[in-house]
């Protein structure tokens, strides 16, 4: 932590030099004007004006598929503007099939996911990709709105699909994994930028909306092997699914209108459902009982996320 002495200004004022280089970020000149927050012993000065992070190269030579997409998604999130990806082989290994898959289209696939984010140039060593929408803070809390909202309809769409025996359905958690993933990227984003205007809130945000990509990903990887799954599921297996949603949901509801009654409903059906797993766990098929272990972590990450939310009503 750097500390300033204060300077006499005048009669009745003390005044500080501000560090050149956080002026210099945000594009602030004499005459600008600062916003002044009091939170305790803090001072907190803020601008309207985010930390410019304009261009970026990075080589992802030798990385796999999944990791090059998670290279850019994170570039993205961190807030650089352009991102200038340089390979020198046009393929990379996709592990989970086990075969190369050109760079240009992982690359496209990902940017698909970055709202506001294209393509510019790209040619056979090197893709630059380019933020060209403006951005605005208030984004932000309509954007994790829609966030919850999808992941709310992807869980049911999933539970729908092994009731039905519906690939269609199971198939289409893919699509809301991408849609979904947008919002995340986006929403963590406009953190990186700006923060929430609330500074100590910030980490809690950010930790719950990078949660909720998590939970995402385990409905997207239960459907791929449901989709795969010859037979109609126990009716016990879906009751418990049924009970695993509910936690979905309930987290749904106390983000928005906080109680500590569904805290207590989310920690009570955390310890009924794994109970009830371990009950049923000789009478239902083993693919079954993997299936359920598998979201189960759903219940997990519950929790956690239920100790971040009680962390921003304070």
């Known amino acids: 932590m750097e500390q300033r002495k204060l300077i006499q ?54 990385l796999d598929r999944t990791s090059i997409l998670l290279y850019v998604q994170s570039l993205y999130r961190f807030g650089y503007n352009e991102i200038e990806v340089k390979f020198r082989k046009p393929t990379a290994i996709h592990y989970r099939v086990d075969k190369q898959k050109p760079i240009s289209s992982t690359v496209h696939r990902i940017v698909n996911r970055l709202i506001g984010a294209e393509i510019v140039e790209q040619s056979e060593d090197r893709i630059l990709i380019r933020y060209i929408t403006k951005e605005a803070e208030e984004d932000f809390k309509v954007v994790l709105r829609r966030a919850f909202l999808l992941m709310n309809e992807a869980a049911d769409t999933l539970l729908d699909g092994i009731k039905k025996k519906d690939t269609t359905r199971l198939g289409s958690i893919e699509d809301f994994h991408d849609n979904i993933n947008k919002f995340v990227n986006y929403s963590l984003r406009l953190l990186n930028k700006y923060g929430y205007p ?117």
């Not at 005044?15 to 305790?40: N, V």
């Not at 799954?229 to 979905?248: A, F, L, P, R």
């Not at 569904?262 to 009478?283: F, G």
């Open 198 to 314: 609330d500074v100590k809130k910030t980490c809690f945000y950010y930790h719950i909306i990078a949660t909720i990509d998590k939970i995402v990903d385990i409905l997207k990887y239960n459907a791929r092997e449901l989709k795969n799954y010859d037979k109609k599921c126990h009716k016990d297996t879906i009751d418990i699914w049924e009970q695993i949603n509910g936690s979905i949901k309930a987290y749904y509801r106390l983000f928005y209108d906080f109680d500590l009654k569904i805290v207590d409903e989310l920690s009570r059906n955390r310890d009924h459902v794994k109970n009830l797993i371990r009950k049923k766990a000789k009478s239902l098929p083993v693919d079954e009982l993997m299936f359920i272990t598998n979201m189960k972590q759903v219940l997990e990450i519950m929790l956690d996320m239920t100790d971040a939310r009680m962390g921003l009503e304070y």
């Open 9 to 62: 200004h005048g009669v009745s004022s003390l005044t500080m030099a501000l560090p050149l280089k956080w002026l210099k970020q945000r594009g602030l000149k004499k005459g600008d004007s600062l916003f002044i927050e009091e939170e305790g012993n803090k001072l907190i000065l803020s601008t309207k004006e985010s930390v410019k992070l304009d261009k970026i190269s990075v080589d992802v030579s030798g």
